[in-house]
């Protein structure tokens, strides 16, 4: 779970820690998007330093959340974590990410290890989608946020060519990095943020726009055990949709399954109109 950094993405998000309970990161600007870092990067670099807190891989993470306080810049940064309660079976760990004495990024997260084994279900289905092979690859365009998109490997299931006001804000595919690596919670906190958002099918960012920043993330990680087998080569299928904007603010939900139909991780977050 808080393995030696092997991958581009494993190397980008690597904590050394410094103190019991301190860690320092450095922020790379490949991961950029409009103003500044894609919100599920600094989610997993947080988690990375959590994980590395507890020190113990059989207390998987459960859920995260995430409060984005002020735009991170490139360079490094501290991460304080701080154990807020700790049981026979479960941890509830906190972590701040600082830059420059600012509070970039607050985070709360529980761990388990596994709870009544053998009770287990799942009704929910993934969506029955054409398989990423048979799926044109999404395509780069140059600028920042190309940069960002060229870490992973997408084919779009739920995607509009053009924004229309009348359409369901909807949006997802197929993705998986772009340097193989196997599943883990850490990757499923960052691909919880790391497709364009749903209001795009409704709504167009104009060349004033700032993006939809996330003002909150929270990811619930729904089956550990099974992501940490997910092999390098295989896909993830995400799908994410918006139902309400007021006020500038809009939520979206997401779900994360492995390309054999187990839900892996749901998301919400709340995002501002920038």
């Known amino acids: 779970m808080c393995d030696v ?6 190397r980008d998000t690597a904590v050394e820690r410094v103190a019991e309970d301190e860690f320092e990161a450095r922020i ?7 103003a500044g870092p894609n919100g599920g990067y600094l989610n997993a670099i947080l988690l990375r330093a959590i994980c590395e807190r507890v020190g113990e891989p059989q207390r998987q993470p459960r859920t995260l959340t ?14 304080t974590t701080h ?13 701040r990410m600082e830059q420059n004495d600012r509070l970039i990024a607050y985070s709360v997260a529980a761990l388990a290890s596994p709870q009544r084994p053998g009770f287990e279900f799942q009704d929910r289905r ?19 946020i190309d940069e960002f998109r060229r870490h992973f490997d997408q084919h ?6 053009e924004a229309d006001p009348n359409a369901e804000a909807i949006t997802g595919g197929w993705i998986r990095p772009h340097d193989p690596r196997g599943g883990d919670a850490i990757l499923l906190s960052q691909l919880a943020d790391a497709w364009p958002p749903a209001l795009f099918s409704k709504w167009t960012p104009d060349e004033n726009s700032r993006g939809v920043p996330t003002i909150e993330l929270t990811v619930h990680f729904r089956a550990p055990q099974i992501a940490l087998v997910v092999k390098p080569d295989e896909f993830y299928l995400m799908r994410f949709r918006t139902g309400t904007a007021h006020d500038g603010f809009l939520e979206e939900d997401g779900e994360i ?18």
């Open 5 to 10: 950094p092997v991958s581009r993405f494993d």
């Open 28 to 34: 790379d600007p490949s991961w950029w998007i409009v």
């Open 66 to 79: 995430t409060h984005f306080t002020a735009r991170a810049v490139e360079g490094p940064s501290r991460i």
């Open 83 to 95: 154990i807020e309660r700790s049981g026979r079976s479960f941890s509830t760990v906190s972590a």
């Open 126 to 144: 993934m969506p029955e989608v054409t398989p990423p092979t048979s799926i044109e690859r999404r395509k780069t365009e140059g600028g920042r």
């Open 156 to 161: 779009s299931v739920w995607e509009a060519e």
């Open 257 to 274: 399954w492995s390309q054999d139909g187990v839900l892996l991780a749901q998301s919400r977050q709340l995002a501002l109109l920038a």
